[in-house]
């Protein structure tokens, strides 16, 4: 299984308030996502990252923001969480390809459950 | 964009044949093929590329007509192993984006 660990794994928080997940990762991959999973809608990707300090926008960026200040580690804050951030994250990394990853499978972090109140 | 999977769910037998279906209405780089087990994450099973190209399991097989943006994934002889939701992702040959489809359930019976 490849290295990617989520912190943390459950999460309640309140709306308004500030939320950050983190993705490490152990396999020196290039490229990092982070996707949003709700019922119906599969996985949406928020926003990714093609190298350290390079990021950019998914399908359901908006109320999201990233960092990556080294290669292993991936952020995603919400600056102030909404009911409708519910959901389940997830974070994936792969090896190389184009920005999402075309031609290369991605592996997937455990998860962390947000709940949003 | 988003690719539609059918059928939505599905309740087999063990040992009994799937086939799981993904289209999209625009042309189509890839598909890729992704297997989720409650509460788990999605696991890699297969990719495959305009042209012919593959990458995947070795114990499971997969179409994919380029001119019907169309790919189905084959699940032969199901074990219970098998259960999860399957998901396909398709890029298209536009952008390069991976767009993922709402999955599909499979529920294997003893």
């Known amino acids: 299984d490849a290295g990617i660990t989520q912190s943390p794994r459950h999460k309640v928080t309140e709306t308004g308030t500030p939320v950050t997940l983190r993705c490490h990762q152990t396999e020196n991959h290039r490229y990092m996502y982070w996707y949003r999973q709700d019922p119906g809608h599969g996985l949406r990707l928020i926003h990714y990252s093609y190298g350290v300090k390079d990021t950019d926008k998914g399908e359901v960026s908006d109320g999201y923001s990233v960092s990556r200040s080294k290669t292993e580690d991936f952020l995603l804050t919400l600056e102030s969480a909404t009911s409708s951030q519910t959901s389940v994250y997830f974070c994936a990394i792969s090896e190389r390809g184009l920005a999402v990853a075309v031609r290369y499978e991605q592996y997937f972090g455990p998860g962390t459950r947000l709940t949003v109140t | 964009q988003q690719p539609v999977q059918s059928p939505q769910a599905v309740i087999l037998r063990e040992g009994e044949d799937a086939v799981i279906n993904c289209s999209s209405s625009k042309a189509l780089y890839s598909v890729h093929w992704y297997r989720q087990k409650h509460g788990e994450a999605p696991v890699f099973l297969m990719i495959?590329?305009?042209g012919g190209e593959q990458k995947g399991h070795e114990k499971i097989s997969a179409s994919f007509n380029e001119k019907k943006q169309q790919s189905s994934l084959y699940l032969t002889a199901s074990q219970l192993s098998y259960s999860g939701t399957y998901f396909c992702g398709t890029v298209l040959d536009s952008n390069y984006q991976l767009i993922w489809g709402a999955g599909t359930k499979l529920i294997i019976k003893p």
């Open positions: 495959l590329l305009k």
